[in-house]
């Protein structure tokens, strides 16, 4: 077996079924309208106006000596660009089939429970200051594994780094021939439609405004994170920015200075989607998986559904 079978065979294992829910009124193209809430989880996304109104701020360390071992044994088969990054995204993959109110977004002043996960990353097709920045799109299924993670990272990066196939730098390019005062207009148009639900899903289909969430790499640029903020236009309810590699010491329970490898990571989270509670289960339970990512090598063995 050569090494690229390794990963396409681990890949197919069987993965729990998920069964498909009827569309009903007042749902939206890419996510079902929640019927069962507290009032006061109505009311507030009409207090709360903008996502920058709601956000909240979280920042936390990671020892990292588990992962790099972790990250080391995946290269040994095969996945060669494998690294941090695909571990918190098959984290954030993993997070969202057991944590799924992370995963809801506000579209209209409503809350919505996402039909699927959609990462959004921006790069650099080329690692130099003259490269402009593109923003790819990946999909997940809440029960992908890492194998599932790796591929599709993989597959849509190498994809978006043909000038061709990149839908949003082609978007960008069609509404930057617009003059400025309907440029001004226009964008006004498109907030309109993405608040009723009814931007074309052609748009929101390579839009970085819209998705689960946003992840950024300070690390590949050698600086700590950042807390970057929520964009108001679209739904993305989450940013994930994680920096560099770093060694600190730190006191052991015997008094003994240990030196640990640690990376940093900072959230910016929308909090009207679910509460402080749930927040801090989902996000400790995030970091259980960063700190033993082996679990991620499996589907699930059960996918959480949202409420109604």
């Avoid at 507290?38 to 956000?55: G, H, K, T």
């Avoid at 972790?70 to 995204?89: A, T």
């Avoid at 000038?163 to 226009?186: C, H, M, Q, R, W």
């Avoid at 749930?278 to 259980?288: H, N, Q, R």
Wanted: net charge positive; hydrophobic share 35%.
């Amino acid at each position: 077996m050569d090494e690229n079978n390794k990963v396409t065979e681990a890949a197919v294992e069987t993965k729990p079924e998920k069964k498909k829910r009827k569309r009903r009124f007042g749902d939206r193209k890419d996510g079902r309208k929640i019927r069962s809430l507290a009032p006061y989880d109505y009311v507030s996304p009409y207090i709360m106006v903008e996502r920058n109104d709601a956000s909240n701020f979280f920042r936390d360390t990671l020892f990292i000596e588990e992962m790099e071992k972790y990250i080391r044994g995946k290269k040994d088969e095969g996945m060669k660009s494998f690294g941090v990054m695909h571990v918190l995204i098959a984290a954030y993959v993993r997070l969202v089939s057991q944590k799924p109110r992370v995963n809801r977004f506000i579209g209209g002043q409503k809350i919505f429970a996402r039909d699927i996960i959609e990462v959004n990353l921006a790069i650099k097709p080329e690692m130099n200051e003259n490269s402009t920045d593109t923003v790819i799109k990946m999909r997940f299924q809440p029960t992908d594994n890492v194998y599932d993670v790796y591929r599709i990272v993989e597959d849509t990066i190498n994809e978006a780094r043909k000038p061709e196939n990149s839908g949003f730098d082609n978007t960008a390019k069609i509404i930057n021939y617009v003059p400025g005062l309907i440029k001004k207009n226009l964008v006004w148009l498109l907030k309109l439609l993405d608040y009723f639900g009814l931007l074309p899903k052609a748009l929101t289909d390579v839009s970085p405004f819209h998705g689960s969430m946003f992840i950024t790499s300070m690390g590949s640029l050698g600086i700590p994170p950042i807390y970057h903020h929520l964009y108001n236009f679209g739904n993305v309810p989450m940013f994930i920015s994680f920096g560099r590699k770093y060694s600190k010491n730190e006191l052991a329970d015997d008094g003994t200075v240990v030196k640990r490898r640690c990376i940093d990571y900072c959230a910016v989270m929308d909090e009207r989607i679910c509460d402080g509670f749930y927040y801090s289960g989902a996000l400790k339970y995030f970091k259980s998986l960063l700190n033993h990512p082996a679990v991620l090598d499996e589907h699930p063995e059960t996918v959480v559904e949202d409420v109604d």
